[in-house]
T-cell receptor, first 113, second 115 residues
C-alpha cells in the first residue's frame, strides 16, 4: 500500500514570495491533516479536512495561508506572501477517519530567506 | 486549555537497556486517546502505539508498550531492549476526541542510544 506522498521535498524562497505544497493521502483515507513543524518543536496542526470539508482550521494564519482538498483526495497548502518565520517542515498526514491513527508523509522543508 | 507534557527533553540510554519516556495529558475529557510517534533524523513521523482511555489493558506492540495510568492521564512509552536504531525524537499526541479538544503534540523527547 502506497504511503502519503508530498512534493516538493525541499523549497527555498525569498520573503514575500508565494509557495505551494501538494499532498496525496493514502487511498481511502477520509481525513487529511496539514502540520507545521518548526525546528525543535512538535508538529502544530494547521488544518484538518474530512473528505473535502474543513473540520478544524483554528490555527491556520488565514491572512497568508490557504488550503484546499479537491474532490476529497489530494490537497494543496499555499503560503502567500511568505515570511521568515514560515521556515519549517510542513507535514501532511491522513487517517481512515477522525481520531484514527495518522500516517505521515515525508514532509516539505521550507526555507524562507 | 488542553496540553500534553513530555518532561524529558533528552535521554541517553545504553544499548539493550529498557527506557521509559513520559507523557501526561492535561484534559477535562474523560474519554481520550494518546498516540506515540517516532521521528528519526530523516524527518518522517512513524506511528508506534496507541492507548485509549477505556482500554482494559496496557497497549503493546513488539518492543513498545505503554504504562497507562488512567487517574493521572499518563501513557508512558516503554521501549525494551533498546537498539541503536531507536535513536530519534519521540512525540506523544492526542487525536482530539471532542469539538472542544484539539489535535495536539507534545514537545518531544530526544532519545540517544549509546553502543
Amino acid at each position: 500500500e502506497a504511503g502519503v506522498a508530498q512534493s516538493p521535498r525541499y523549497k527555498i524562497i525569498e520573503k514575500r514570495q508565494s509557495v505551494a505544497f501538494w499532498c496525496n493521502p493514502i487511498s481511502g483515507h477520509a481525513t487529511l491533516y496539514w502540520y507545521q513543524q518548526i525546528l525543535g518543536q512538535g508538529p502544530k496542526l494547521l488544518i484538518q479536512f474530512q473528505n473535502n470539508g474543513v473540520v478544524d482550521d483554528s490555527q491556520l494564519p488565514k491572512d497568508r495561508f490557504s488550503a484546499e482538498r479537491l474532490k476529497g483526495v489530494d490537497s494543496t497548502l499555499k503560503i502567500q506572501p511568505a515570511k521568515l518565520e514560515d521556515s519549517a517542515v510542513y507535514l501532511c498526514a491522513s487517517s481512515l477517519d477522525l481520531q484514527e491513527t495518522q500516517y505521515f508523509g515525508p514532509g516539505t522543508r521550507l526555507l524562507v530567506l | 486549555a488542553q496540553k500534553i507534557t513530555q518532561t524529558q527533553p533528552g535521554m541517553f540510554v545504553q544499548e539493550k537497556e529498557a527506557v521509559t519516556l513520559d507523557c501526561t495529558y492535561d484534559t477535562s475529557d474523560q474519554s481520550y486517546g494518546l498516540f506515540w510517534y517516532k521521528q528519526p533524523s530523516s524527518g518522517e513521523m512513524i506511528f508506534l502505539i496507541y492507548q485509549g482511555s477505556y482500554d482494559e489493558q496496557n497497549a503493546t506492540e513488539g518492543r513498545y508498550s505503554l504504562n497507562f495510568q488512567k487517574a493521572r492521564k499518563s501513557a508512558n512509552l516503554v521501549i525494551s531492549a533498546s537498539q541503536l536504531g531507536d535513536s530519534a525524537m519521540y512525540f506523544c499526541a492526542s487525536p482530539g476526541y471532542s469539538s472542544a479538544s484539539k489535535i495536539i503534540f507534545g514537545s518531544g523527547t530526544r532519545l540517544s542510544i549509546r553502543p
